[in-house]
């Protein structure tokens, strides 16, 4: 998102009159999460444990679609990895995007799957 920002819309206010861009330039559409299947890091689990309350290490075979126990627990636990990448999203994501914000005036409209707000 920086360097999007930095390079469109960072040259519009650095091109024209500041004052007219914030007029004219409000958002910035943050079109999807298109990166393919991002569901681990090298501190995922950990931070899904101390998120969730138990460890997902006896579950990694739910990320390559094997069901385990039950349906039931098996979409609990799929719904935690959501939830969980879902709250990285917003927390190392969008919430950047305020600083930018508040020294521009210009938003962030994101199209993203479930936020917590």
Not at 34 to 51: D, I, L
Not at 77 to 102: A, C, E, G
Request: charged fraction near 20%; proline fraction near 6%; hydrophobic fraction near 40%.
């Amino acid at each position: 998102m920086r360097k999007q920002f930095n390079n469109w819309f960072g040259a519009a206010f650095s091109k024209t009159d500041p004052a007219l861009a914030r007029k004219v330039l409000k958002y910035m559409h943050v079109d999807s999460w298109e990166c393919g299947s991002q569901n681990w890091s090298s501190n995922f689990a950990a931070e899904f444990h101390k998120r969730r309350g138990y460890s997902l290490m006896p579950y990694l075979p739910l990320l390559a679609g094997i069901p385990m126990e039950s349906a039931s627990r098996s979409e609990d636990v799929l719904r935690d990895v959501r939830t969980t990448i879902s709250d990285w999203w917003s927390m190392y994501s969008i919430k950047r995007w305020l600083p930018v914000h508040n020294r521009t005036a210009v938003s962030s409209r994101p199209n993203v799957w479930r936020l917590p707000w």
